[in-house]
């Protein structure tokens, strides 16, 4: 239902005065001209840039230069819910007399974050920028990553209420059509009064909604973004969030980081086999530990049972009522540390370190081998780069300590077997969870477990990129001897 | 709703049928060492178990926890006419559970394994938490006297025989070595000895334990413990000695030489010539030497040999006195029949009943392929420098 602009400047103001009121934001700024209105301006302060509207609207309006006004971009609309949406996004929109259209004009500005080092994703080696909240900034940064004309950027509006602008990024000639076909339409199926942060797309676009496994991995980083889109994937940007979402995803991929890449390949490969021990350790260490000690206690080495007997001897609880009591204290913990400002968090680890630590330790309460076991687990989930998996480990990793206090080792078998086979169902935008390791695929063994070198890594992931699995022609020998001369 | 249902069954699973057998390491009386007696009619059956909370553990406070000696071990007994109610009757005692999947070292007294250890033996294999890996060593006297020497060097007695037991032979004998050598034709089983002694400090020592000799058996019997030259010996010839060192005096001379072996090992051949039946024990290895006072050249070709072949009749020496004392024992612990059966097995079809009958008679010979690989720092005697 669309409101047509009239031709009388008087009738276009009442109306917008009339849909606008109650606004303090909302300024409409006649024009006149010896004496006689002859234009309004309409704009919200502080999403417009103020000194784009003085010198590059206001002007030439003032000095009756009606082609000049604002010379980057500027349209023409003919019903009032364009303009307003155009007005609400930070445009401004000018209205002459004796016009059915309004002209759109871009002085989109106000002051959001700048370019910063991403706070969830640093890294040692890499460039330091991030994405922030501005949605043309992000799209930007990964522009500049990809200065083709392959790499497409799609627009939607998502919100009823918010409007919020949503971008489908892709590269034209890597990405499966039957993928893109896919996210494209569950995009448009959204209806929802509005959109706050990408976390409500991921929601409503990803596979399995009950699937405790995150199916989408997000980043802040353009380099990261820039380096999905070019193994074949999609990003979607949401303006307001410096969190791009990517998929389809695989498990082995969001235990890599983008370290991995940048680093010599021997050191990324090690590093990528150091976490993914750690990721077993943090999904199943208190489990084992609880199951060895309360039904297992042969499996252990003599001198270290004696020890961890000896550590025992006083505790008061049984060891799953230890292990729970002290993963659920280390789980507040880190929660408390992260709401509080910086300043205070200090302090928060202390506490934890001395209450839960030492204290409860000497008071006889927990035994100092659980504490260990609990800090090892905490630093083993702290390796894992991606918060969201490492949040769902640390979440199932209660369920199989139940299991291991209830049934010992062939609980956390149990266990196990289901997390195993829910993997193996689960998919994301049609490819499944566990490619690279189920189904194995030998072509893709050069980025999985090892990264190999990049003269090595001749094609892209074949289970995501089938479609256009080249990724360079073998780079020809180096002749050491050649070089000098 | 429904789905609800089955879930709350299912989880309910979980804890209804308190099939729970948890138990707690601090419920545990975790058994290092135990013994077997008899008296009379009786058995005696005795545990050693550390005291957890004896130990110097978690407190790392202050010097000083050197602590007497025994204070941190426990040690009970008690008697019944089988082993299992012997064993029932010692948990009647204890606060804690007895579990056994940590014993080390289980110790049978020398009147008890007179009369045979299959019984023992019988009831260690027949619960999987006995472990069959246990070393297994005999007691001269009492085992419980035995185990109850306080043991200063480590905080575990048990921790000391095997220590001692590790040291002296390649694979310290285990059950599963002993029942292995029962149920098989043509060998017979054989382990250490232990004995309290005291230790020679001078004047008043200190109990301890030690070695005592080698415990041979005629299958599950004792028959005698030897005495420790003949104890290395056997062992030699078992492929079971670790490093040894003999020290003799070189044909000619009145000074000793000492050769000491880095590695060595020996082999058990079965050779059938005619009617014959000899045994061939090779011995490979390679030694240095120590200490030398006699022979004043070793780098020579000539010198290194002679010394050699004087090694090798020192070796063939003891060995094949301490071979004669096993096979007068009848007790055929190198495995010559079964090593026979094996390589001849048309052979042991025609004398295999009669084995027990030819073992003590059964000649031995001795190839010898060792070789000197060190002389130390030193050429020459040091005793040739002082006064030319």
């Avoid at chain 1, 349209?75 to 004796?98: H, I, K, P, Q, R």
């Avoid at chain 1, 797309?201 to 989408?216: G, H, K, L, M, T």
């Avoid at chain 1, 204290?329 to 928060?348: D, H, N, Y």
Wanted: one cysteine or more.
């Amino acid at each position: 239902m669309k409101t047509p602009i009239r031709n009388r400047l008087e009738a276009n103001r009442r109306w917008l005065e009339e849909r606008l009121k109650d606004n303090f934001d909302v300024v409409i700024q006649d024009i006149e001209h010896r004496g006689k209105t002859v234009a309004f301006l309409v704009f919200i302060e502080g999403m417009a840039d103020s000194e784009a509207i003085s010198d590059h609207v206001m002007a030439p309006l003032l000095r009756q230069e009606w082609d000049h006004i604002s010379a980057s971009q500027r349209s023409e609309a003919g019903d009032f819910e364009t303009v307003l949406d155009a007005v609400f996004s930070g445009n401004g929109a000018v209205f002459f007399d004796n016009t059915d259209k309004a002209t759109i004009v871009n002085v989109r500005g106000g002051t959001r974050r700048g370019v910063e080092e991403p706070n969830s994703e640093a890294v040692i080696r890499g460039p330091r920028e991030g994405f922030n909240e501005n949605l043309r900034t992000n799209t930007a940064l990964v522009r500049f990553k990809i200065q083709s004309p392959n790499l497409k950027m799609e627009a939607f509006t998502i919100g009823k209420e918010t409007r919020t602008q949503v971008v489908l990024a892709y590269m034209e000639d890597i990405i499966d059509p039957g993928v893109l076909r896919e996210v494209r339409e569950r995009l448009r199926k959204i209806e929802i009064d509005g959109i706050l942060e990408s976390g409500y797309i991921e929601e409503f676009i990803e596979d399995d909604s009950y699937s405790p496994f995150p199916q989408f991995q997000y980043t802040e980083r353009p380099d990261t973004a820039a380096a999905q889109l070019l193994e074949g994937r999609f990003a979607i940007f949401v303006d307001g969030s410096p969190f791009v979402l990517m998929a389809p995803v695989t498990l082995m991929e969001l235990l890599q980081a983008s370290e991995d890449y940048y680093e010599r390949f021997m050191i990324g490969s090690m590093i990528r086999i150091l976490r993914i021990a750690f990721t077993l350790l943090a999904l199943y260490l208190p489990g084992v530990y609880v199951a060895v000690m309360t039904y297992h206690q042969d499996m252990i080495p003599t001198n270290l049972l004696l020890s961890i007997a000896a550590a025992r001897e006083a505790i008061p609880f049984p060891t799953i009522v230890e292990a729970l009591i002290m993963e659920v204290s280390f789980e507040a913990l880190r929660e408390a540390s992260i709401r509080l400002p910086r300043t205070i968090g200090q302090a928060v680890s202390i506490l934890g370190a001395l209450v839960v630590g030492q204290a409860a330790v000497e008071a006889g309460i927990v035994s100092a081998p659980m504490v260990i076991i609990v800090s090892l687990t905490g630093i083993a989930s702290f390796t894992i780069p991606r918060f969201n998996l490492a949040i769902t480990m640390r979440m199932l990793r209660f369920p199989m300590m139940i299991m291991a206090g209830v049934f010992g080792l062939f609980g956390i078998v149990v266990g196990m077997v289901l997390i195993t086979s829910h993997l193996s169902r689960l998919r994301s935008f049609g490819v499944p969870y566990l490619s690279g390791l189920a189904p194995a695929s030998p072509k893709d063994k050069h980025d999985l477990f090892v990264r190999l070198p990049w003269k090595r890594q001749l094609t892209r992931n074949h289970e995501i990129a089938h479609l256009n699995r080249k990724r360079m022609t073998e780079p020809g020998r180096m002749h050491p001897e050649e070089g000098r001369s | 709703m429904r789905r609800a249902a089955c879930l709350l069954v299912a989880a309910s699973a979980l804890f209804l049928p308190g099939c729970w057998n948890r138990t707690e390491v601090n419920d545990l009386a975790i058994v290092q060492l135990s013994s077997y007696d008899k008296d009379g009619d009786h058995y005696r059956v005795a545990v050693s178990f550390p005291l957890v909370s004896q130990m110097s553990g978690t407190q790392g406070g202050g010097g000083g926890t050197g602590g007497k000696e025994g204070q941190n071990n426990y040690v009970e007994s008690a008697e019944a006419g089988a082993i299992r109610t012997a064993l029932a009757n010692l948990q009647r005692k204890l606060s804690r559970r007895l579990y056994f999947a940590h014993r080390r070292v289980m110790i049978i007294g020398e009147e008890m394994a007179k009369l045979g250890i299959s019984e023992i033996l019988d009831n260690i294999a027949r619960f999987p938490e006995n472990r069959i890996s246990t070393f297994l060593l005999i007691a001269k006297g009492q085992a419980l006297d035995l185990m109850q020497t306080p043991v200063l060097m480590e905080r575990i007695p048990a921790e000391m025989f095997r220590e001692i037991l590790g040291n002296v032979m390649k694979k310290p004998v285990t059950v599963k070595d002993i029942i292995h050598a029962i149920l098989t034709e043509g060998i017979d089983p054989y382990t250490l000895a232990f004995e309290r002694t005291k230790t020679q400090t001078g004047g008043r020592g200190e109990d301890t334990i030690a070695i005592s000799g080698l415990a041979v058996f005629r299958d599950d019997r004792l028959v005698g413990i030897l005495d420790a030259k003949h104890t290395s010996g056997v062992l030699l010839a078992l492929d079971q000695l670790q490093r040894p060192v003999f020290s003799f005096q070189m044909p000619g001379g009145n000074k000793s030489i000492t050769a000491q072996f880095m590695q060595i090992s020996s082999d058990l051949e079965p050779i059938v010539a005619g009617g014959d039946i000899r045994m061939r024990l090779t011995f490979t290895g390679i030694y240095e030497i120590s200490t030398n006072e006699s022979e004043k050249v070793l780098t020579t070709y000539e010198g290194s040999n002679r010394v050699t072949e004087a090694v090798e009749n020192q070796i063939r020496k003891e060995v094949s006195a301490a071979v004669r004392e096993v096979q007068s024992l009848g007790a055929d612990i190198f495995g010559f029949g079964s090593s026979l059966k094996r390589s001849h097995p048309g052979v042991w079809k025609k004398i295999g009943g009669r084995w027990r009958d030819l073992y003590p008679h059964v000649p031995v010979e001795y190839r010898f392929n060792i070789r000197l690989e060190h002389v130390g720092s030193l050429n020459l005697p040091i005793r040739e420098n002082v006064n030319p």
